[in-house]
């Protein structure tokens, strides 16, 4: 067996692990699993009580890294997230010690990152960019892997910050955690009010996880993905009622990245235009804004990127 198969089958027996502690959301799991496998930042967005934390936490335990949660509301300050330079003293003398923040873990959990005002949140960007933080005229290099996950509700929006698109584009996807059906909330009301709740098995470090990320990112893509790939992210420049502005170049490089992170765990040792569909929602739909026509009429961003791919599937299968 290769390398690749090796590490493929234990990827999927740590999606499985996931699976026992967060009852349904297959596709969220799979998802933030495809942005942990390339590096890349989470928005999840999603009613309270989704299970967003315990999705978190649950990850951190089966890859056994670090993991810190930061409650974010309005008076938290950039110097709650990052850490501060304390005073030291010391048989009459003083000195500056810097105590580091919880943003210092592999995995961080924003809670509720829009309820923190704009320059707290700002606070985040060069951790989730450049994986380092500056204080004064120091910079501290965050430990690898580092990924933020931040979570935020979408229908109470009093008293809140929205992200501003720089901040937004840091993000490598956007996840919807939709509500449980009834089979799926049974299941949730049972594993945490009950007596069967199973121990998480920690089955993969930090040095194979990156190990990982270093074979999936010599996975090829054919030209005519990557034309696929570049096309639809120009496509949300066209001229388009529903559109105001269009994608970042980051969203090319999040669809590249995420889709040889699905191919790697297809099995696959090559990217194909499924892997591209699958990643593109969660890819673009934070990076597009919609007109006012849209959200009068009440058009989703999803519905517009969905119609953006079958055009270029028609051009696809007509060439």
Known sequence: MSDMETYQSKIMECEQEIGKGIIGQ???????????????N????????????????TLSEVFLL????????PDLMPSD???TNIMVR????????????PIFANLVLADEINRATPKTQSALLEAMQEHTVTVGNESYKLEEPFLVLA???????????????????????????????KEELRGIVELTEGQKQEKIRGL??????????????????ADAVMDYILELVMATHDENPYLREGASPRAAQAMIRASRARAFMEGRWNVSFEDVKAVAYPALRHRVILSFDAISEGISEDAVIRKLMEAKEKNLYAG
């Not at 670090?66 to 509301?73: A, D, G, N, Y």
């Not at 010391?90 to 923040?101: K, M």
């Open 26 to 40: 297959k596709e969220i799991i799979r998802q933030v699993m495809l942005a942990l496998l390339s590096g890349g």
């Open 42 to 57: 989470v928005l999840l967005e999603g009613m309270p009580g989704l299970g967003k934390t315990m999705l978190v936490r």
């Open 90 to 101: 010391e048989e009459g003398n003083s000195s500056f010690r810097f105590e580091r923040g």
């Open 151 to 181: 979570t935020q509700n979408p229908i109470e929006q009093e008293g809140t910050y929205p992200l501003p698109e720089a901040q937004l584009d840091r993000f490598m996807f956007k996840v919807l955690v939709p509500f449980p059906g």
């Open 81 to 83: 997230v990052t850490g």
């Open 66 to 73: 670090s993991f810190k949660r930061i409650q974010f509301t």
């Open 204 to 221: 993969m470090r930090g040095e194979e996880l990156l190990k990982v990320r270093n074979m999936i990112s010599q996975i090829p893509v």
